[in-house]
């Protein structure tokens, strides 16, 4: 168990050091921005469709501690390819996880490296932002998220 904790760890000080799909993305066809305030976590989530309703590109900026950067650059890799509905669903079980309210899906692969902000409640809304950014742009294609 401590070895995959020391995983999933060096995950996340990895995707905070290089985050994947780091930048702007233009045009996109959604955008939204995340705040939150209570740690200053910043993002700027961009998406595009396909025609066939899934998430050709996701892309993301901003600064932020190391879990909401790696919670960002993870759920950027996980998200392409969803469609609407997809992506709900992996909201959902993504959000039960990280607030405890569901215990680590071993289907979310990579994100369950996320699960150990749980013992940390200040985290649960750094590692959530993102997911909420994410909401936000797949749902009303503009706006903004905040944590509080
Ligand atoms: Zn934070």
């Known amino acids: 168990m401590d070895a995959l904790r020391e995983l999933y760890q060096q995950l996340i000080v990895e995707h905070h050091r290089h985050p994947r799909n780091f930048g702007k993305l233009v045009p996109?066809?959604?955008?939204a921005e995340?705040?939150?305030?209570?740690?200053?976590?910043?993002?700027?989530?961009?998406?595009?469709?396909?025609?066939?309703?899934?998430?050709?590109?996701v892309r993301f900026e901003g600064e932020g501690c190391a879990i909401s950067v790696a919670s960002a650059s993870l759920m950027t890799e996980a998200l392409r390819g969803k469609t609407k509905e997809e992506f709900e669903d992996l909201?959902?079980?993504?959000?039960?996880?990280?607030?405890?309210?569901a215990e680590p899906d071993p289907e979310l692969g990579k994100l369950v490296a996320l699960a150990g902000v749980r013992a940390f409640p200040v985290r649960v809304k750094c590692a959530t932002?993102?997911?909420?950014?994410?909401?936000?742009?797949?749902?009303?294609?503009?706006?903004?998220?905040?944590?509080?």
């Open 28 to 31: 996109a066809d959604a955008e």
């Open 129 to 148: 932002l993102a997911w909420h950014t994410a909401k936000k742009a797949v749902e009303e294609g503009k706006g903004i998220a905040t944590t509080e």
């Open 34 to 57: 995340g705040r939150n305030p209570l740690c200053g976590d910043h993002l700027h989530l961009y998406l595009r469709w396909d025609e066939q309703g899934r998430i050709a590109d």
């Open 91 to 101: 909201f959902e079980k993504v959000h039960a996880m990280l607030t405890g309210k």
